[in-house]
Nanobody, 129 residues
Framework: QVQLVESGGGFVQAGDSLRLSCAAT????????MGWFRQAPGKEREFVAA????????TYAHYLEDRFTASRDQVQNILYLKIYTLKAEDTADYYC??????????????????????WGQGTQVTVSS
């Protein structure tokens, strides 16, 4: 069974940058896609970004500006999310997720929570303006 552990969240100032990490453990570890979601206070969980594990191809939520970069380290089984120029509206709990089904999603797929079957506990990001 895959365990996902997020880290890197915290209390930051608007304009700062932050890198979130998600370490996947459990043997054997297999995933076709890993993703990031976030949930702001009082709002529903929303998709942020996904990375196809085989080639690193990325898909981002359409509403995002070019301030988010998702990547992965295949050797250490770590998923990253770098957020630049943080804004107050980025305040949320950030979750990583993994899909172990083997489904091959094309770049630009409309990702939803149901596409993933393993979830981390989340890491909180609070942006002060």
């Amino acid at each position: 069974q895959v365990q996902l552990v997020e880290s890197g969240g915290g209390f930051v100032q608007a304009g700062d940058s932050l890198r979130l990490s998600c370490a996947a453990t459990g043997r054997p570890f297999y995933t076709s896609t890993m993703g990031w979601f976030r949930q702001a206070p009082g709002k529903e969980r929303e998709f942020v970004a996904a990375v196809r594990w085989s080639d690193g191809a990325t898909t981002y939520a359409h509403y995002l500006e070019d301030r988010f970069t998702a990547s992965r380290d295949q050797v250490q089984n770590i998923l990253y999310l770098k957020i630049y120029t943080l804004k107050a509206e980025d305040t949320a709990d950030y979750y990583c997720a993994a899909d172990g089904s083997g489904t091959y999603y094309s770049r630009g797929h409309f990702f939803q929570a149901r596409d993933f079957d393993s979830w981390g506990q989340g890491t909180q990001v609070t942006v002060s303006s």
